[in-house]
């Protein structure tokens, strides 16, 4: 099983409706969660973190389910700005250092 | 320029050349990683700094070899590399105690 899963996509969505993704981790002692977010070529930006009491952040919204391992993203009254590719990321201490695991990635496109 | 650089953006090797990237922090993050993306292949984590000390080497080629002269530069030293080295190399900062990495723009390699 994959450390942290995520459906590939691509998500074609027409501009202004709402979307969410889902991730699941596999390892129970991860301690942190983000989404990032990657442009066509470009670097992955962090996009915001995921709490268990949730964390919205305008029209993004971000979730945590310990108890069945996944975390998810809804983004509402999508922009075409939106269109890149959303990655989940889970942490936790390792060694010393907080190691940092990465998701394939969803691709999401916003359609006009 | 803030945040953190990269440079070559783009790079073309043969398979008998020596390189280097480089990557620079203007964040005054203490802890720097080496991350390889390959096309449909999640983030794989290659080497971690944390306060100038090498912590992690998730089992990388000898091939590719890290050098962190102090907090604020990182260098990955590349040799004798194989077509399937192409990908793009993303550097990566982050404050020791912080799950939060903020990327460079990465540099594309291509080995021929």
């Known amino acids: 099983r994959k450390e942290v899963e995520q459906d590939p996509g691509p998500f074609n969505v027409p501009e202004g409706a709402t979307v969410a993704f889902n991730c699941t981790y596999s390892?129970?002692?991860?301690?942190?969660f983000f989404w990032y977010r990657q442009d066509c070529r470009k670097e992955p930006k962090l996009l915001m973190s995921?709490?268990?009491s949730g964390n919205e952040d305008g029209r993004f919204t971000a979730q945590l389910n310990r108890a069945s391992q996944y975390i998810s993203l809804l983004i509402r009254d999508s922009k075409l700005s939106d269109s890149a590719t959303y990655l989940c990321?889970?942490?936790?201490?390792?060694?010393?250092?907080?190691?940092?695991?990465f998701g394939t990635g969803t691709k999401l496109q916003v359609i006009p | 320029e803030t945040g953190v650089t990269q440079t070559p953006r783009h790079l073309v090797m043969g398979m008998t050349n020596k390189k280097s990237l480089k990557c620079e922090q203007h964040?005054?993050?203490?802890?720097m990683y080496w991350y390889k993306q390959s096309a449909k292949k999640p983030l794989e984590l290659m080497f971690v700094?944390?306060?100038?000390?090498?912590?992690e080497n998730n089992s990388v080629p000898s091939r590719f070899s890290p050098e962190c002269p102090n907090s604020s530069h990182l260098f990955l030293h590349l040799h004798t590399l194989q077509p399937e080295d192409s990908a793009l190399y993303l550097c990566?900062?982050?404050?020791?105690?912080?799950?939060?990495?903020?990327f460079g723009p990465g540099t594309r390699l291509t080995v021929t």
């Open positions: 990566a900062s982050s404050q020791v105690h912080s799950y939060e990495q903020y």
């Open positions: 390892n129970s002692a991860s301690q942190s």
């Open positions: 995921v709490y268990s």
């Open positions: 990321v889970d942490s936790g201490n390792s060694g010393g250092y907080q190691k940092v695991t």
């Open positions: 964040l005054g993050h203490n802890a």
């Open positions: 700094y944390s306060l100038e000390e090498r912590v």
